[in-house]
């Protein structure tokens, strides 16, 4: 979340009391970092101590309705720079992720993403790969590149002393699920996001509206018949940019040089259906679950008696 006007004295004057840190290099434009905690969660701010640079940037991981119903009560004007929806499908076994990896690769069609499909860690060569380390699969957006959808292979979370180079990168035994994660920045659904009223904290706070955001963003697709495309139980010979195999979505985009219109040589896979109504139904429970939490968060977290009130933009 940003702000593009919060000297740092209007913030330490509405936020809990926190410490000056200096920066990691994740927010190098700011030359303050410091934590800070409401309602049990733990959130991280990046902040300028110079007049004439006012901006400050806030993450959180996992907020709680009760948290970000605190934040807003405090600092009215957020804007939801950056937000990313994980989908978990857990796996019984660690040796499932891989193929929990496979079957969403194996069908995922990605509409609004045409860019390039690479990975990370393990380079995705099948369900019996026997590498040290989870998997990661990219889908880049050919507008902007530096957004991607990403279907990983992980574990719980790790301590910082447990990433490699920052980043965590689980052991092939410490697996418990697949994510499929989308982020959604500025200019990524942005009328939509508009639309749904999650663009500003303000309605974000009241539910993060998954069920609709995430509606349309991905589907599991096979191939129609009579085009002379792979069938549903074919292998696919196409390659992503890493050489990772089996990928619908990677096949799909080179049926654009085979097929006359690659927009209607596919349909919804049968056999995934019912899977994804149990995607929807989950994602429907957990907006209705937030909202009832949020409702109650209103009534329970004050209003915060502050200074700088002239600030606010509400």
Partial sequence: MSLKKAPVNLLRARLPKFRQ???????????????FHLQGIEFKIYYWNKPKKAGAMIEVTSPSPASLEDLWKRLKALHMTSVEYAIDFKCKEAADAPLVHWLLRRYIRFANYTGPVTSAG???????????????????????????????????????DEKRDGKPSWSMDCLDRVRLE??????????????????????????????????????FSVFKKGNHLPREWDHYPELDASGGIESFHVEWLAAANKVSNPYQCYRDSVLMAPLMKKIQLALKDYDQRWTIQADKARMKVGTFEGKFLQWEVI
């Fill in 122 to 160: 393990r380079v995705f060569t099948g369900i019996d790969d026997e590498g040290d380390e989870n998997s990661v699969s990219y889908f880049w957006d050919n507008v902007r590149k530096y957004i991607a959808v990403k279907i990983y292979e992980r574990g719980l979370d790790l301590p910082d």
């Fill in 21 to 35: 840190l200096a920066p990691d290099g994740r927010r190098s434009g700011y030359n303050y970092m410091a934590f």
């Fill in 182 to 219: 989308f982020t959604f920045k500025n200019d990524k659904a942005k009328e939509k996001r508009k639309r749904l009223n999650v663009k500003y904290l303000n309605g974000f706070r009241r539910c993060p509206r998954m069920l609709e955001l995430l509606d349309g963003q991905f589907a």
